[in-house]
C-alpha cells in the first residue's frame, strides 16, 4: 500500500492521472442511467453496476456499449486465472495507461486488484519496491541513540521478546537487559529499573505499554527528561505496544518504530510450532507413536483456527485471537491424558480442546459448533493410521512416527506455501471471498489517508457533495401517510400483520425524516446559510467516498451497502411497503424488505396460536422449499407464511434434485428457492437429511445484542434438504443473508 500511495503521488504530480479517476478506483461510483445486463448468466449485478458507473467518466464513455459488444473477449478476461495480465480487446488495450487499466479489473476482478497493484508498482517504480524486506534488529540499532526509544508496534499473534533476547545475547548485553511487563502497579518499579540503566548503561525493556494507560504520561515525561550529556552512551530504552491512542505522540515521532507480521499460512504457523520442539520432546511420551501422531494433528488444527480467520465470516462470525499459549497448555494435555489412560480417550481430549481451551474463547454459538465440528477430523482413531490424509487431495497428511524431528521439519518444508481452502473444508471460492475482501480493505485505508482538501483539477470536493445531495434528495419519496394506513390496517386480534406492517411504517418514516432532514441541513451549510457543524462534515465526507453517512446508519437497519446502491436498496423496501398498503397483505414476503424481520416471524406465530387457540411457547416452525417461483404464488397459504429474497453464500441450490448442492467456480453467493414457514406445535427436528442453516441481516454475520434478546444480526435458523453430513456445510461456512453488500 505504502509503495502504491508513493508511486501514484510521483504521477498526480506529473499530471498522468487524473483525479476523476483516481476518485473512482477507491469508492466507485454512482450509476447515471440504468441498462439491462447483457452477460446475466456470467456477469454479476455487482460488476454490470461498477461498469455503468464507469462510463460516467469522459476517458470511458463508450465503455458499457464496447463491453456488450465484445463479450466473448471480456468474458475470456473475467475467467482468465491472471486476469492482470491479459490484454483488453479492441482500442482499449492501446488507449488507456496502466493506471486506467486498474479501473476495469476492478470492476470485472476485484479479487486480483491487489496483485495488479505490485505490478504497477513494479513497472513504475521498480520490482524491489513490492517485496517485503525483513526486519534486521542491527540495522536499526545502528540508528538508535541513547534518547531515542526503540518502539515494537505488536500485530495479534507474534512476540518480538524473543528475537531481542536473542539479539542482545549477539550483542553481549543480555546480562545488562532488565525486562518487564507493564501492567497495574508496576509503574514506580519501571521507574526505577530505568534510573539505573541510564547511569550504568543498560538495556531497558518495557513490554505491553498499552496495558498501562495511566501510566503512558509519566513515561513520555521520563523520557523527554533523558539529559543528552549525562546519560550513560549504551544505555537504550525498547517498548512494545499494540496499536492504542493512549500511547503518547511524542514518544512515537521521537522513536524507531519497528513490526513483526504473524506468519502467514498453515506451513508457516506448523513450521513456527516444531521449531520449538526438541527431539527428546517428541520421545517424552510412553505411547511415542500416538503421541506424535495426534500433535500432528493439534499442531494442524491450530494452523487451521488462526488462518480460518482470513476468510472473515465463512470462516468465523467473529475472528477470535487465538494463541500460543492455547496450543501449549493442549500439548501439555494431550501428552498427560496419553500417558495416564490405558486407552486413548479421544471424548476427553475433544472436550479439553474444543469447549474449553479454544472454546473458552467462542462467544457465538454457531461458531462453537464449527469449531467442534473441525476438531473431529483431527481427533479421531483414523489420524493414527500411516498416511491419513487430512484433505482431500492427500497434501496434507500423516507421515510415519519413525521420522525424528528433522523428518518432521522437511515434510513441513514441502507444504505449499498459499494454502488450499480444502484443508479449512471450504470451497475453492473461499480465496475469491477473501481477496476480494482484502482488495476493499486496501481501497479502504487509502480513502483514510487521502487529504481532506479537493486539488486543482477535477471538480470541487463541495460540488460533487452538493451534486450527490441533490440527486438523493430528488429520488426520496416523501414519509408514508401513518394515519391513513392504522385507518385501513387497525389493531386486529385475528391478524398480527396490521401491527406489524405499523410499525415498519414508523421505522421507515422515521429513517425517511431524518434523510431529507440532514440533506437540507447540509445543502444550506454548504452556501454558507447555517453553520457546518462537525456531524455535516463527517456526512459530506461519506457522500463524497460514497458512504452512507453515520447520522443515517443509526436510524437505519443493518446494511454493508455503498451508499448509491443503498438509496436504490431504500426506494425497493418503501416500495414494497407501499404495495403491501394499496393491495393488501402480500401472498410472498420478501424477507429482506422488513427492517425487523424478527417482528414479522412472530406475528406468523401469534397468527397461528390465537387461531387454534394453543399456547404460543410450544409453537416453532417446520420449513418446506418450494419448486414454484414468487410470482407465481398468488395467494396466501393457510398455515405459516412464504417468504423469498435469501442469498446463498459457501453453497447454492439445485431445484433439480431439490437438495443443497457445491457453489459453482466464482459464483459467490445465489438465489434462495421460496421457502414456506409451517407453524408446528410440539416440533421434534429432524436429525439427518437436512442442514440447519441460520439466516444473517448482512454479510459480516457477526451481531450485538439487543434489548430484544436477539442478535442484531442473526434473524432465524432454517432446514434445508440435503444428502451430504451436515458436517460438510457446518465447515463451508454455508449461510443464508438478506441483503448482499452491493
Known amino acids: 500500500m505504502f509503495a502504491f500511495l508513493v508511486c501514484v503521488r510521483i504521477m498526480m504530480n506529473e499530471g498522468q492521472i487524473d483525479m476523476d479517476e483516481w476518485h ?71 488507449e488507456l495507461d496502466a493506471f486506467q487499466k486498474l479501473l476495469i479489473l476492478r470492476c470485472l476482478r476485484g479479487d486480483k486488484v491487489t496483485d495488479a497493484m505490485q505490478d504497477f508498482v513494479a513497472l513504475n517504480l521498480d520490482q524491489r519496491f513490492t517485496e517485503p524486506q525483513t526486519a534486521n534488529l542491527l540495522a536499526v540499532f545502528k ?62 525493556f518495557f513490554q505491553n505499554c498499552h496495558l498501562a494507560p495511566s501510566w503512558m504520561p509519566l513515561l513520555e515525561r521520563l523520557i523527554e527528561g533523558i539529559n543528552p550529556d549525562k546519560v550513560h552512551q549504551d544505555f537504550r530504552l525498547w517498548l512494545t505496544s499494540l496499536p492504542s491512542n493512549c500511547f503518547p505522540v511524542s514518544i512515537l515521532q521521537n522513536s524507531s518504530k519497528m513490526t513483526i507480521e504473524p506468519p502467514r499460512g498453515v506451513k508457516a504457523n506448523l513450521l513456527k510450532s516444531y521449531i520449538s520442539f526438541s527431539d527428546d520432546f517428541l520421545n517424552s511420551c510412553p505411547k511415542v507413536t500416538e503421541f506424535k501422531s495426534l500433535l500432528l494433528s493439534l499442531c494442524l488444527f491450530h494452523g487451521n483456527m488462526l488462518e480460518r480467520r482470513k476468510f472473515g465470516p465463512l470462516g468465523f462470525n467473529i475472528p477470535y485471537e487465538f494463541t500460543d499459549g492455547d496450543l501449549r497448555i493442549c500439548i501439555s494435555q494431550l501428552k498427560m491424558f496419553l500417558s495416564e489412560y490405558t486407552d486413548i480417550p479421544y471424548k476427553v ?88 475482501n482484502e482488495t476493499f480493505a486496501l481501497l479502504g485505508a487509502i480513502i483514510q489517508l487521502q487529504p481532506k482538501t479537493s486539488p486543482s483539477g477535477g471538480r470541487s470536493r463541495e460540488e460533487l457533495v452538493e451534486e450527490t445531495s441533490k440527486d438523493i434528495l430528488a429520488k426520496l419519496p416523501p414519509p408514508i401517510n401513518l394515519q391513513e394506513v392504522i385507518r385501513k390496517y387497525p389493531v386486529l386480534y385475528e ?3 396490521n401491527t406489524v406492517l405499523v410499525q415498519e411504517v414508523i421505522r421507515y418514516n422515521r429513517l425517511l425524516e431524518a434523510i431529507a432532514q440532514t440533506l437540507r441541513d447540509l445543502l444550506k451549510a454548504l452556501k ?23 447520522l443515517w446508519d443509526t436510524k437505519a437497519y443493518p446494511s454493508l ?108 453467493y445465489t438465489e434462495m428457492a421460496v ?68
Open 495 to 497: 391478524e398480527s400483520m
Open 561 to 668: 451497502k455503498p451508499l448509491a446502491s443503498w438509496v436504490n436498496d431504500l426506494l425497493q423496501r418503501i416500495d414494497f411497503l407501499q404495495k403491501w398498503i394499496s393491495h393488501g397483505i402480500p401472498s410472498v414476503f420478501w424477507i429482506s424488505g422488513f427492517f425487523f424481520p424478527q417482528a414479522f416471524l412472530t406475528g406468523t406465530l401469534q397468527n397461528f396460536a390465537r387461531k387454534s387457540v394453543i399456547s404460543i411457547d410450544t409453537i416453532s416452525f417446520s420449513f418446506k422449499v418450494l419448486k414454484e417461483s414468487a410470482s407465481e404464488l398468488t395467494r396466501r397459504p393457510d398455515e405459516g407464511c412464504y417468504i423469498h429474497g435469501l442469498f446463498l453464500e459457501g453453497a447454492r441450490w439445485d431445484p433439480s434434485t431439490f437438495q443443497l448442492a457445491e457453489s459453482h467456480p466464482k459464483e459467490l
Open 24 to 94: 473512482y478506483l477507491l469508492s466507485g461510483g454512482a450509476i447515471k442511467t440504468m441498462q439491462e445486463n447483457p452477460a446475466p448468466e456470467w456477469l454479476y449485478e455487482r460488476a454490470w453496476g461498477d461498469i455503468l458507473a464507469l462510463s460516467n467518466l469522459k476517458n470511458f464513455s463508450s465503455f458499457a456499449d464496447d463491453f456488450a459488444d465484445n463479450l466473448a473477449e471480456f468474458r475470456a478476461i473475467f475467467d482468465s486465472p491472471k486476469p492482470h495480465r491479459e490484454p483488453l480487446p479492441g482500442k482499449w488495450d492501446t
Open 349 to 436: 481430549l475433544k472436550y479439553t480442546a474444543g469447549e474449553i481451551n479454544y472454546g473458552g474463547r467462542v462467544t457465538d454459538d454457531w461458531d462453537r459448533r464449527c469449531i467442534m465440528n473441525i476438531l473431529e477430523d483431527f481427533y479421531k482413531p483414523e489420524v493414527l493410521m500411516p498416511e491419513f490424509a487430512y484433505s482431500e487431495s492427500g497434501i496434507y497428511k500423516q507421515i510415519s512416527t519413525s521420522y525424528d524431528l528433522n523428518g518432521y521439519l522437511q515434510y513441513i518444508k514441502s507444504l505449499p506455501l498459499n494454502d488450499i481452502p480444502e484443508i479449512f473444508g471450504l470451497h475453492d471460492n473461499a480465496n475469491i471471498t477473501f481477496a476480494q
Open 675 to 742: 421457502i414456506w414457514l409451517i407453524p408446528v406445535p410440539n416440533r421434534k427436528p429432524p436429525t439427518t437429511g437436512i442442514y440447519l442453516c441460520p439466516i444473517y441481516k448482512t454479510l459480516t454475520r457477526a451481531g450485538t445484542l439487543s434489548t430484544t434478546g436477539h442478535s442484531t444480526n442473526y434473524v432465524i435458523a432454517v432446514e434445508i434438504p440435503t444428502d451430504k453430513p451436515q458436517r460438510h456445510w457446518i465447515k463451508r461456512g454455508v449461510a443464508l443473508i438478506c441483503a448482499l453488500d452491493f
Open 143 to 204: 540508528e538508535s541513540t541513547a534518547t531515542t526509544p526503540l518502539v515494537f508496534v505488536l500485530s495479534p499473534g507474534t512476540d518480538p521478546a524473543a528475537d531481542l533476547y536473542k539479539f542482545a545475547e549477539e550483542m553481549e548485553f543480555s546480562k545488562k537487559l532488565s525486562a518487564i511487563s507493564l501492567g497495574q502497579g508496576q509503574g514506580p518499579r519501571a521507574e526505577a529499573m530505568m534510573h539505573s540503566a541510564m547511569e550504568q548503561g543498560k538495556w531497558v
Open 528 to 550: 454558507g446559510l447555517v453553520v457546518m457543524s462537525s456531524q455535516l462534515e463527517l456526512m459530506a465526507n461519506s457522500l463524497y467516498n460514497n458512504t452512507v453517512p453515520k
